[in-house]
């Protein structure tokens, strides 16, 4: 399956290239993680929400 990340708002794209560039390479680190391996990213970087909602 492929993945993509999608902005929901102008604004959210100009933020993060706004970032002081630690933070982005962090983001974009991350963002790389997400594409590669989408839902199964895993820990410590996600955390399942069924575990929150019950």
């Not at 993060?16 to 839902?39: H, V």
């Amino acid at each position: 399956m492929s993945w993509s990340v999608e902005y929901p708002y102008p604004d959210v794209e100009k933020f993060i290239l706004e970032l002081p560039p630690s933070l982005a390479a962090k983001y974009f680190r991350l963002t790389d993680l997400m594409l590669e391996f989408g839902s199964h990213l895993g820990m410590p970087h996600t955390r399942p929400y069924v575990r929150w909602l019950i």
